[in-house]
């Protein structure tokens, strides 16, 4: 089995001016140092086993990650890959803006000088691809509201409203689990984090494949797959792999398990 745990970094100065952050470093608040502590201190009494913390560049991640790696004495390392997308234009402008929440539904929009949602897919995915390939190993990553949007997408179809809206609280923490048959998952209390919060996906039907669903892109090259190669990266967040595997001769969709902190947030 292989899991991954993803957490949003403290709050920071530009969280409580409502203003978007993006690749500009605005650094923790007193209270995001203080989440950043507690979220260390739940990590270690949770007893749940992780390798190692991954984390983004931005201060206001790294200083996160770092106190969670000094309260459970795990490795961390930086991973320029998880640093936030570049908002361009809108960098310090309101997080509400009536303009940027229509430009977060283009994909293709680089915001004037910054980073598409199709180009951050694509160095996020290649990174999680990575992952996936040490089995034996589980991480933590520490990053940022937009790219836990793609990591979110990377496990599950989302529509582009569900895309656009997607987000997490400062110091908030996901787990999303990779397994091949329900059998061989991990038992993993349902209070590990706080409260467990159903993926609002699966009410709907979606967390099984469907009949004719395009098979996984990680199957041999040269199998074709509705119109292309499989193997090749697909870099658009609404139409993220679906993430089957093999079990029992079927394919069934990976679980993906959300477990929440029970931080105050901004």
Same mark, same amino acid.
């Given at each position: 089995?292989?899991?991954?745990?993803?957490?949003?970094?403290?709050?920071?100065?530009?969280?409580?001016?409502?203003?978007?952050?993006?690749?500009?470093?605005?650094?923790?608040? %007193?209270?995001?140092?203080?989440?950043?502590?507690?979220?260390?201190?739940?990590? !270690?009494?949770?007893?749940?086993?992780?390798?190692?913390?991954?984390?983004?560049?931005?201060?206001?991640?790294?200083?996160?990650? !770092? $106190?969670?790696?000094?309260?459970?004495?795990?490795?961390?390392?930086?991973?320029?890959?998880?640093?936030?997308?570049?908002?361009?234009?809108?960098?310090?402008?309101?997080?509400?803006?009536? %303009?940027?929440?229509?430009?977060?539904?283009?994909?293709?929009?680089?915001?004037?000088?910054?980073?598409?949602?199709?180009?951050?897919?694509?160095?996020?995915?290649?990174?999680?691809?990575?992952? +996936?390939?040490?089995?034996?190993?589980?991480?933590?990553?520490?990053?940022?509201?937009? #790219? $836990?949007?793609?990591?979110?997408?990377?496990?599950?179809?989302?529509?582009? %409203?569900?895309?656009?809206? $997607?987000? #997490?609280?400062?110091?908030? #923490?996901?787990?999303?689990?990779?397994?091949?048959?329900?059998? %061989?998952?991990?038992?993993?209390?349902?209070?590990?984090?706080?409260?467990?919060?159903?993926?609002?996906?699966?009410?709907?039907?979606?967390?099984?494949? +469907?009949?004719?669903?395009?098979?996984?892109?990680?199957?041999?090259?040269?199998?074709?797959?509705?119109?292309? /190669?499989?193997?090749?990266?697909?870099?658009?967040?609404?139409?993220?792999?679906?993430?089957?595997?093999?079990?029992?001769?079927?394919?069934?969709?990976?679980?993906? /398990?959300?477990?929440?902190?029970?931080?105050?947030?901004?």
């Amino acid at each position: 089995m292989h899991s991954i745990y993803f957490a949003r970094h403290g709050e920071t100065v530009w969280n409580v001016e409502n203003k978007i952050c993006g690749m500009t470093d605005s650094p923790l608040t %007193e209270k995001g140092r203080q989440q950043a502590r507690e979220l260390g201190q739940k990590v !270690k009494e949770s007893g749940v086993h992780i390798d190692e913390i991954l984390y983004s560049p931005l201060s206001r991640a790294a200083d996160t990650a !770092k $106190a969670v790696a000094e309260a459970t004495g795990l490795p961390a390392r930086c991973e320029p890959r998880l640093r936030e997308q570049c908002f361009g234009k809108y960098e310090g402008t309101p997080r509400d803006g009536a %303009e940027f929440r229509i430009s977060k539904t283009h994909f293709a929009d680089r915001y004037d000088g910054g980073e598409s949602m199709m180009q951050l897919a694509q160095r996020i995915y290649n990174l999680l691809d990575e992952l +996936r390939q040490d089995e034996n190993k589980t991480y933590l990553l520490v990053a940022h509201n937009g #790219i $836990a949007r793609v990591v979110e997408s990377y496990f599950h179809d989302m529509t582009n %409203e569900e895309y656009s809206a $997607a987000g #997490i609280k400062n110091c908030q #923490i996901k787990m999303l689990q990779n397994s091949i048959c329900d059998s %061989e998952r991990s038992e993993i209390p349902k209070d590990f984090f706080g409260k467990l919060r159903e993926d609002p996906l699966r009410s709907r039907g979606k967390e099984t494949g +469907r009949a004719g669903e395009t098979p996984p892109p990680c199957l041999p090259h040269g199998k074709k797959t509705a119109g292309r /190669t499989a193997g090749k990266r697909r870099a658009v967040p609404i139409s993220a792999r679906p993430c089957l595997v093999a079990c029992a001769g079927t394919h069934t969709r990976m679980p993906f /398990t959300l477990y929440m902190s029970s931080e105050t947030h901004s």
